[in-house]
């Protein structure tokens, strides 16, 4: 059974920094390309950034871009989003997901349960 | 505002059929393949249809996809009480150069 469980959430003043960690199992980590998708509360979903499956390349949504580094240790079957001056826009669950095939889509095949980033001061 | 655009709700009686419509435009659903997700109150969302009308694994076949030029639907036969929840569609966006999602659709079933 594939599993994603999320972790490092939690409350950062504006303007700090947070780092999230998911650790895949279940599945051949490195055979799948993963992404973080964030859910605001109350709002819908909103991808935030993927890797390819051997970590060369990296793709993040224009809100995000330059504050936020995904990256991923196949070794160790982990995905991480370091996160950088954070805002209160930043507030949101975010969801590590992971997929197999279809990179240039949006599809999300694994999804963990979540983990909450609250900015506020 | 979405890139891609779904009816904030929709509702419908036990056993009957009922569709979610997302619509958007040259850069999205023409020429890329929308996936669809139902999330349930509290839980992580959950793939439902990829490839415009494949179901993975498990997924009943009361639920199925289909995509018409520059819009795409989800559509529920037989609906249930268990399919209460907010529904997604999602595709890749040219223009956005990365993965988009609609607002979101509220199932009622009454």
């Known amino acids: 059974e594939v599993q994603l469980v999320e972790s490092g959430g939690g409350l950062v003043q504006p303007g700090g920094s947070l780092r999230l960690s998911c650790v895949g199992s279940?599945?051949?980590?490195?055979?799948?390309?993963m992404s973080w998708v964030r859910q605001a509360p109350g709002k819908g979903l909103q991808w935030v950034a993927n890797?390819?499956?051997?970590?060369?390349?990296?793709y993040y949504a224009d809100s995000v871009k330059g504050r936020f580094i995904i990256s991923r240790d196949n070794a160790e079957n982990s995905l991480s989003l370091q996160m950088n001056s954070l805002t209160a826009d930043d507030t949101a669950v975010y969801f590590c997901t992971s997929s197999l095939y279809d990179f240039w889509s949006g599809r999300f095949d694994n999804w963990g349960q979540g983990t909450l980033v609250t900015v506020a001061s | 505002q979405s890139v891609l655009t779904q009816p904030p709700s929709v509702s419908e009686t036990p056993g009957q059929r009922v569709t979610i419509s997302c619509s958007g435009s040259?850069?999205?659903?023409?020429?890329?393949?929308v996936s669809w997700y139902q999330q349930l109150p509290g839980l992580a969302p959950k793939l439902l249809i990829y490839r415009n009308d494949q179901r993975p694994s498990g997924v009943p076949d009361r639920f199925s996809g289909s995509k018409s030029g520059t819009s795409a639907s989800l559509a529920i036969s037989g609906v249930r009480s268990e399919d209460e929840g907010d529904y997604y569609c999602a595709a890749w966006d040219d223009s956005l150069n990365g993965p988009v999602f609609g607002g979101g659709t509220k199932l009622t079933v009454l």
């Open positions: 890797v390819k499956q051997d970590g060369s390349q990296k």
């Open positions: 040259n850069s999205n659903i023409p020429t890329k393949y």
């Open positions: 279940g599945f051949i980590f490195s055979a799948h390309w």
